[in-house]
């Protein structure tokens, strides 16, 4: 159903090829226990590329760079640069909408969270 809102929508499909290809070369591995820590990060870059590659569906292309920094600062508990936040601005829309619907909204927000967490 995705797959015909984005093509009747002239949105880009998102294509789960990288995270077939990444979980296929896992599968491969002998005993995961064994590989080093630049065999962790790599993994670990590929799978922060593809989460971050999710955000452009909300934040747009142009300010992905931006919302990595607004992301990696948050993490930290460090201050966040007004443009960083302005790059992250439609996601806190987004949320804010859903707050601002009520609380059926807030709900179904929290379920989907939790879904996504499994």
Same mark, same amino acid.
């Given at each position: 159903? %995705?797959?015909?809102?984005?093509?009747? @929508?002239? =949105?880009?499909?998102?294509?789960?090829? %990288?995270?077939?290809?990444?979980? !296929?070369?896992?599968?491969?591995?002998?005993?995961?226990?064994?590989? @080093? =820590?630049? !065999?962790?990060?790599?993994? =670990?870059?590929?799978? %922060? *590329?593809?989460? #971050?590659?999710?955000?452009?569906?909300?934040?747009? !292309?142009?300010? #992905?760079?931006?919302?990595?920094?607004? #992301?990696?600062? *948050?993490? %930290?508990?460090?201050?966040? &640069?007004?443009?960083?936040?302005?790059?992250?601005?439609?996601?806190?829309?987004?949320?804010?909408?859903?707050?601002?619907?009520? &609380?059926?909204?807030?709900?179904?927000?929290?379920?989907?969270?939790?879904? *996504?967490?499994?």
């Amino acid at each position: 159903m %995705d797959f015909i809102r984005a093509i009747k @929508n002239q =949105e880009e499909l998102i294509l789960d090829e %990288d995270v077939d290809r990444f979980l !296929a070369e896992l599968e491969e591995l002998e005993d995961i226990d064994l590989m @080093n =820590e630049d !065999a962790w990060k790599r993994i =670990e870059k590929r799978v %922060d *590329a593809r989460d #971050l590659a999710m955000y452009r569906y909300i934040v747009g !292309a142009n300010n #992905l760079l931006l919302t990595k920094k607004f #992301l990696d600062l *948050a993490r %930290d508990g460090k201050s966040i &640069p007004s443009n960083a936040v302005k790059a992250f601005s439609p996601a806190i829309e987004m949320l804010d909408d859903i707050v601002t619907a009520g &609380p059926g909204y807030l709900q179904m927000l929290r379920v989907l969270h939790k879904r *996504a967490k499994k």
